[in-house]
């Protein structure tokens, strides 16, 4: 049986990445739109958005004001190449702020940057690069024991959701998992 968090964070490129249709709890979700190839039509995402409001889901937009602002949305999500500090702004409108690092030094400017949450990378082996180097669930603890609010992010998958029970983190961050298996990822989460 998988153990529940608080919160999950998901990962999408294109809204048509995700079926909310299948997301049934409230007030868990939070949507992180990080599209960096085509850009979207703008009426596309505001219904999107509408409809994440609807369904009670948080919605982030990656590395972008101008678009979270137009589109009214939950927050600001930094990645982990931004290094500006210009985020401090964004908490004064009531924007949240949560971004993604690497290592210590990523995760105190991210700090300073105000984020509420910070994803850190990379919790388990990845399928796309099997030589990069990850966490595993002892590193992450003590990085969490440290730092504070962390999310695990990476390598995560239908197959090792089991062992987010040792993790000692409110939530998690999907990001490939939502593309290759929504449903059933989704059927595991409830």
Known sequence: MFTKKNKYFLFIE?????????????NKF????????????LNNLLKFRRYCKLKA??????NNYQLAASLNADGIYLSSFNKSLASLF?????????GSAHNFREIALKKKQGCSFVLLSKLFMVDYD???????ILKF?????????LIPLGG??????????????????LLSEVKKKPAKIFSRLF
């Open 14 to 26: 294109s809204i048509k990445d995700i079926s909310l249709e299948n997301i049934k709890i409230r």
């Open 30 to 41: 939070s949507i992180i739109y990080r599209n960096t190839k085509k850009a979207e039509d």
């Open 57 to 62: 889901i948080k919605f982030y937009i990656a």
């Open 90 to 98: 964004y908490r004064k409108i009531n924007f949240k702020v949560i």
């Open 130 to 136: 099997k030589k990069a180097p990850y966490l595993g």
């Open 141 to 149: 603890n003590n990085f969490s024991k440290i730092s504070g609010k």
């Open 156 to 173: 995560i998958n239908t197959n090792n959701l089991n062992s987010l029970r040792n993790v000692s983190c409110e939530g998690f961050a």
